[in-house]
């Protein structure tokens, strides 16, 4: 007999970064999903400086049921709770084979995953999915996606300590690439979304028909701090407060890079350093995928609220860069409706993640 689909009612996205958890609750409508509550809550105290090593995972667990608490949901009857997994230990990359058998492609997968993923073997878990099959050559394309055992363990202890019975764990490109796919309708082109974190910048190429690519650039909101705090000789909080007032610093704001090629690396601005690892991975795909119709930047996660960082970014890729509204789609109820925030992004992504 037929399984009886059950269907998902309501779902809640669970983004949990370095810096800050964000929660996404959602109900299911006809046609698509209605917002019933957010919320972004720091893991770190205010004010305290922090690294990413200071973040034990005891830290995490209370914050995530403290925020149960305060958004009033039971986790347990919640069916579809997804979170996802990020950094160093997870990778993603679409790769090319022959046309192979299903009983033969997860041991080849695997082997190829080992090839191309930069995760070591025995720990690896791996999964896939078959994007489609050239009609002319046969070949198939295919999504990989890796982590290790040791992270998924971890992660899965995090939400259980929280009150949260693990379900699905998405890898945050492929979330971050979801939130924006999922809420926007375009046909052609690349788009380039940055979700910039506190300790990393999440770099995914996305297009409908375009090579998807990800890749995780190791500065993110925090260096913003740390520059302000070298430069204008500020305490962490100090920094962290002027940062949110002012924004990006004037020099960066305008392009005086011509001038600054001569620095020494360590000179450059977080703002400099992460346009320019973009501007190396646009060249890569560009060798690679054989395409450069790059449309848009969008920005999301919390680095995306700097001021006069969209036009930056703009103006040093020369392609249209805005901030992401991941509300964009949702049914909005009356007190939210002119909320939105790039920050929840990935956890709007990870709570419309189909089934
Ligand atoms: N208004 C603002 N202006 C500038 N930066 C901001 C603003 N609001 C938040 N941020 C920065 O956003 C960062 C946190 O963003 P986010 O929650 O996306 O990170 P995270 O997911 O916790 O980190 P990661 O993805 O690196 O693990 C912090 O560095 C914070 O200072
Ligand atoms: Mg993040």
Do not use: C
């Amino acid at each position: 007999m037929a399984k009886k689909k059950v269907k998902i009612k309501e779902s809640l996205g669970v983004d949990i970064g370095s810096h800050s958890i964000k929660m996404v609750h959602l109900k299911k409508i006809h046609e698509g999903f209605k917002l019933l509550n957010y919320e972004i809550k720091s893991t770190v105290p205010a004010g305290l400086e922090y690294t990413p090593s200071d973040l034990t995972p005891e830290r995490f667990a209370p914050v995530i049921s403290g925020m149960l608490k305060s958004l009033h949901i039971n986790p347990k009857k919640i069916k579809h709770i997804v979170s996802s997994l990020g950094g160093d230990s997870t990778s993603i990359k679409q790769i090319r084979t022959i046309f192979l058998p299903d009983e033969e492609l997860e041991s080849a997968l695997f082997f190829e995953a080992k090839k191309h993923l930069p995760i070591s073997g025995s720990e690896m878990l791996l999964d896939y999915q078959v994007l489609n099959v050239e009609e002319k050559t046969n070949n198939m394309n295919i999504l990989l996606a890796a982590t290790t055992r040791e992270l998924l363990t971890e992660h899965s202890h995090i939400l259980s300590d929280g009150g949260i019975t693990p379900g699905i764990v998405d890898i945050e490109s492929l979330a971050v690439a979801n939130s924006f796919a999922l809420n926007t309708f375009v046909e052609d082109g690349i788009y380039i979304i940055l979700n910039i974190g506190a300790h990393k910048t999440n770099m995914v190429i996305y297009g409908p028909k375009a090579k998807f690519f990800a890749r995780d650039i190791p500065w993110g909101g925090y260096n913003f701090t740390k520059d302000i705090m070298k430069e204008q000789n500020l305490s962490y909080e100090r920094a962290e407060e002027h940062k949110k007032e002012i924004g990006l610093k004037k020099e960066d704001a305008v392009n005086e890079s011509t001038d600054r090629i001569t620095l020494d690396i360590s000179e450059k601005s977080t703002a400099e350093q992460i346009t320019m690892e973009v501007k190396r991975s646009l060249r890569f795909y560009v060798k690679e995928a054989g395409n450069s119709d790059f449309r848009k930047v969008m920005l999301v996660g919390g680095g995306a609220k700097l001021i006069g960082f969209p036009e930056y970014v703009a103006d040093q890729l020369n392609i249209p860069t805005e901030i992401f509204n991941p509300f964009v789609n949702l049914e909005m109820p009356e007190k939210f409706k002119d909320k939105q925030d790039p920050q929840l992004a990935l956890a709007v992504g990870l709570a419309m993640r189909p089934e």
